[in-house]
């Protein structure tokens, strides 16, 4: 019989699972939480509830906050444990689960109600995980998109904003006026410079208001950047089944996730900060050589797998590394192509990186998939390959394994695999690359004539005819030929 999580229940859990050492009455709110999914309870949450159990830095406690349904929705799950999250951590050699209690709070998902929590003084961080699709980035132009809908709206209303960085910038105005400092805005979101693209957002947003925030903003504000990193796969009935039948725990919203993490920060916080870096947070005056090498060799490599992998059926992302040729195909791209184009960083070995995500793609019992790593194309193509793609041709390299890459993508979204099965293209622009994938069959530049995707690279004569070459091998031989073909 399972016990149902609540502070009143943790001395009645299995030995098997770890419970804070802290209580509730010991910690106070440093950091409002924008964004309250898995990954932040995998990630931030479990680093400060670590740092809580040394016994340090204990007013640095996470309340929670958001502005969507989904939010709310959690909100409510939450609630009804006293805030706590059960975190398995998935390792082949044996699972172990976690009680965290960095949370001890979470704001009504109501615009006013989230503002006044981020106003309150002794709240000197506020972090967020909205999504990588949830700044408000120009797809055309790399900047801020003034011109969406829910952008102009804020500009429009500002004192009644919608937008998580129009909430943000009413509450650094309150704070302002209260003659309260600024708390640090902190993204944890999957994108390179989040902290530059956060504040381009801000700022982008409040270059439209006449009382002055744009630049107040811009001259008080710290937006770090940082790099963050855990494989940590959606909860549905498997992952709640797992924590109930195996640790004993009823968790309305469990965390299953790998048994690593990894967080890189720039020092930059004004007002404070936890002491991080004793429980192996990374801080560093310039987190960009350390994004650089995930966003290539682990976030490419996920790109690199994804697609052929669809292509041939296959499922799970542990069953596609076991097969020689998808694993063949993502060890000669990453070394021959991908890992040449990333700087070398003191004291990490690249090499080693890559034997790292090796493992963990091959842990099987993440459960990770296929489908979600072909998610979203046109947002992670441009961040994760095509740049890798630009910094070979600017060097006069080669690029066939990288156009093969994208060729498999393309195949990919012409919507059915090698044998002919339906596939569904989980895309916003699904339709559109559906569409261009199958007139590309007969004219490959239909493809990379997407220029929002591809800017000036479809032009590029080199990358177009690896292109084309690729594209039309894996429509007359197939996808595993092709792979094989490239193994050699």
Same mark, same amino acid.
């Given at each position: 019989?399972?016990? @149902?999580?609540?502070? #009143? +229940?943790?001395? =009645?859990?299995p !030995?098997?699972?770890?419970k804070p050492?802290?209580?509730? %009455?010991?910690?106070s709110p440093?950091?409002?939480?924008?964004?309250?999914?898995n990954?932040?309870?995998?990630?931030?949450?479990?680093?400060?509830?670590?740092?809580f159990?040394?016994?340090?830095?204990?007013?640095?406690?996470?309340?929670?906050?958001?502005? @969507?349904?989904?939010? #709310? +929705?959690?909100? =409510?799950?939450l !609630?009804?444990?006293?805030?706590?999250?059960?975190?398995? %951590?998935?390792?082949?050699?044996?699972?172990?689960?976690?009680?965290?209690?960095s949370?001890?709070?979470?704001?009504d998902?109501?615009?006013?109600?989230?503002?006044?929590?981020?106003?309150?003084p002794?709240?000197?961080?506020?972090s967020?995980?909205?999504?990588?699709?949830?700044?408000?980035?120009?797809?055309?132009?790399?900047?801020f998109?003034?011109?969406?809908?829910?952008i102009?709206?804020d500009?429009?209303?500002?004192?009644?904003?919608?937008?998580?960085?129009?909430?943000?910038?009413?509450?650094?105005?309150?704070?302002r006026?209260?003659?309260?400092?600024?708390?640090?805005?902190?993204?944890?979101?999957?994108?390179?410079?989040?902290?530059?693209?956060?504040?381009?957002?801000?700022?982008?947003l409040?270059?439209?208001?006449?009382?002055g925030?744009h630049?107040?903003?811009?001259?008080?504000v710290?937006f770090?950047?940082?790099?963050?990193?855990?494989?940590?796969?959606?909860?549905?009935?498997?992952e709640?089944?797992?924590?109930?039948?195996q640790?004993?725990?009823e968790?309305a919203?469990?965390?299953?996730?790998?048994?690593?993490r990894?967080?890189?920060?720039?020092?930059?916080?004004?007002?404070?900060?936890?002491?991080?870096?004793?429980?192996?947070?990374?801080?560093?005056?310039d987190?960009?050589?350390?994004?650089?090498?995930?966003?290539?060799?682990?976030?490419?490599?996920?790109?690199?797998i994804?697609?052929?992998?669809g292509?041939?059926?296959?499922h799970?992302?542990?069953?596609?590394?076991?097969?020689?040729?998808?694993?063949?195909?993502?060890?000669?791209?990453?070394?021959?192509e991908?890992i040449?184009?990333?700087?070398?960083?003191?004291?990490?070995?690249?090499?080693?990186?890559y034997?790292?995500?090796?493992?963990?793609?091959?842990?099987?019992?993440?459960?990770?998939?296929?489908?979600?790593l072909?998610?979203?194309?046109?947002n992670?193509?441009?961040?994760?390959?095509?740049?890798?793609?630009?910094?070979?041709?600017?060097?006069?390299?080669?690029?066939?394994?990288?156009?093969?890459?994208?060729a498999?993508?393309?195949?990919?979204?012409a919507?059915?695999?090698?044998?002919?099965?339906?596939?569904?293209?989980?895309?916003?622009?699904?339709?559109?690359?559906?569409r261009?994938?199958?007139?590309a069959?007969e004219?490959?530049?239909?493809?990379l004539?997407?220029h929002?995707?591809?800017?000036?690279?479809g032009?590029?004569?080199?990358?177009?005819d690896?292109f084309?070459?690729?594209?039309?091998?894996?429509?007359t031989?197939g996808?595993?030929?092709?792979l094989?073909?490239?193994?050699?």
């Amino acid at each position: 019989m399972a016990t @149902k999580l609540s502070l #009143a +229940a943790l001395p =009645a859990l299995p !030995e098997n699972v770890a419970k804070p050492s802290y209580g509730r %009455e010991d910690l106070s709110p440093g950091i409002v939480h924008i964004g309250v999914g898995n990954f932040h309870r995998a990630h931030q949450a479990i680093y400060l509830h670590r740092l809580f159990e040394t016994g340090e830095d204990r007013d640095w406690a996470i309340v929670g906050g958001g502005v @969507k349904p989904y939010d #709310a +929705a959690m909100r =409510a799950k939450l !609630e009804g444990q006293d805030w706590l999250t059960t975190v398995v %951590e998935l390792d082949p050699n044996g699972f172990s689960a976690t009680v965290s209690g960095s949370m001890i709070g979470f704001a009504d998902v109501d615009p006013d109600a989230l503002i006044e929590t981020m106003t309150r003084p002794e709240i000197r961080i506020v972090s967020l995980t909205v999504t990588e699709g949830g700044y408000f980035v120009d797809a055309k132009t790399g900047g801020f998109d003034a011109s969406h809908p829910d952008i102009v709206a804020d500009q429009a209303d500002p004192d009644h904003p919608k937008t998580v960085f129009g909430l943000l910038i009413a509450a650094l105005m309150r704070r302002r006026e209260a003659g309260t400092p600024p708390f640090t805005v902190m993204s944890c979101d999957n994108l390179p410079e989040n902290g530059h693209v956060a504040r381009n957002a801000v700022l982008g947003l409040a270059a439209g208001r006449a009382d002055g925030s744009h630049d107040w903003i811009a001259e008080n504000v710290a937006f770090p950047c940082g790099m963050v990193d855990c494989i940590t796969p959606a909860t549905g009935p498997r992952e709640i089944a797992i924590v109930r039948d195996q640790f004993g725990v009823e968790d309305a919203a469990p965390v299953i996730c790998e048994p690593f993490r990894q967080w890189v920060l720039e020092d930059n916080f004004p007002q404070g900060r936890p002491a991080l870096e004793t429980v192996g947070v990374e801080f560093v005056e310039d987190v960009a050589p350390y994004e650089l090498m995930k966003l290539r060799i682990l976030n490419g490599g996920h790109a690199t797998i994804a697609y052929p992998a669809g292509l041939m059926g296959i499922h799970y992302v542990h069953e596609a590394m076991a097969d020689p040729l998808v694993s063949g195909f993502l060890a000669k791209l990453e070394f021959s192509e991908i890992i040449p184009t990333v700087p070398e960083i003191a004291g990490v070995s690249l090499t080693g990186y890559y034997e790292k995500i090796v493992e963990r793609f091959s842990n099987a019992a993440v459960g990770d998939t296929i489908p979600r790593l072909c998610l979203d194309g046109s947002n992670r193509q441009p961040k994760f390959i095509l740049p890798t793609v630009a910094a070979r041709l600017a060097a006069g390299q080669t690029v066939d394994g990288l156009a093969l890459e994208v060729a498999l993508w393309c195949r990919y979204c012409a919507g059915t695999d090698d044998k002919g099965n339906a596939i569904t293209i989980e895309d916003i622009a699904a339709e559109r690359l559906t569409r261009q994938a199958l007139a590309a069959r007969e004219d490959p530049s239909a493809w990379l004539s997407m220029h929002d995707i591809f800017g000036d690279l479809g032009q590029d004569p080199a990358f177009a005819d690896a292109f084309a070459a690729a594209l039309n091998s894996l429509w007359t031989k197939g996808t595993a030929a092709t792979l094989q073909d490239y193994i050699g």
